[in-house]
């Protein structure tokens, strides 16, 4: 079935240790989003890339980063995970960037700093 | 500031009950709307969408939902529910930013449980 694939579906990370999440997709979408999921909270979006142009939103803290190396994959990079970013980590892809285009989402990766 | 916000946080039934999730959003012009669904230990996967015309739409597993452009509302409804409705349920509107891009905002989510 064509899905979008996040590894791994748990991450334990140190303090200030680099982490990086990974998501694939075999839907061929041309868009590719991170989202952070805070427990309780709404789905934020990080960043997402069309093709390979790079977006990133606004509030996304530099601490936060991003690759896509070709369509099928897309990763996460955090430099230096604080507390405060332990949270779930949501890949989702849409064919294109307009609005009336469904994104489809991974299961996510729980990231835990300690 | 602009938002989508979901009235209930937390929404307890029995089975059979009618359900109905608020939603609303704050963006004036054209949007279109979503409702994906969470059920635990999945991922999130889409309940229903409208993009135009006839306002009631109808989704998967019975669902429906209204869109009232007057009221900026969209809200999610089901005539009987069943144990197996039991999940998160979010309410997302996508927009264009300038730059020519379109965001996903998300509402905060309805946590729904049915007991038998």
């Known amino acids: 079935d064509a899905m979008v694939i996040q590894n791994p579906r748990y991450q334990v990370t140190q303090f200030g240790k680099p982490v990086t999440l990974s998501c694939s997709q075999t839907?061929?979408?041309?868009?590719m989003y991170w989202y952070q999921q805070k427990s309780s909270q709404a789905p934020k979006l990080l960043f997402h890339?069309?093709?390979?142009?790079?977006?990133n939103e606004a509030d996304t803290p530099d601490n936060f980063q991003s690759r896509r190396p070709n369509t099928s994959f897309c990763f996460l990079d955090i430099r230096s995970p604080g507390l405060g970013d332990a949270a779930m980590y949501l890949c989702a892809t849409s064919r294109e960037a307009g609005g009336g285009y469904e994104q489809y989402f991974g299961p996510g990766t729980r990231l835990t700093v300690t | 500031a602009q938002s989508v916000s979901q009235h209930n946080h937390h929404v307890i039934l029995s089975e059979a009950a009618s359900l109905e999730l608020g939603c609303n959003y704050s963006y004036g012009g054209t949007v279109n709307l979503f409702w994906y669904v969470q059920y635990p230990g999945q991922h999130l996967q889409l309940l229903l969408k409208y993009f135009s015309g006839d306002p009631l739409v109808k989704g998967i597993k019975g669902f429906e939902a209204e869109f009232i452009k007057s009221k900026f509302s969209f809200n999610l409804r089901k005539p009987s529910v069943q144990w197996s409705d039991t999940a998160e349920y979010f309410c997302?509107?996508?927009?264009?930013?300038?730059?020519?891009?379109?965001?996903?905002?998300f509402g905060a989510g309805t946590r729904l449980a049915v007991h038998p």
């Open positions: 890339y069309y093709d390979k142009d790079f977006n």
């Open positions: 997302a509107v996508n927009r264009k930013f300038s730059g020519g891009y379109n965001k996903l905002i």
């Open positions: 839907l061929n979408h041309n868009v």
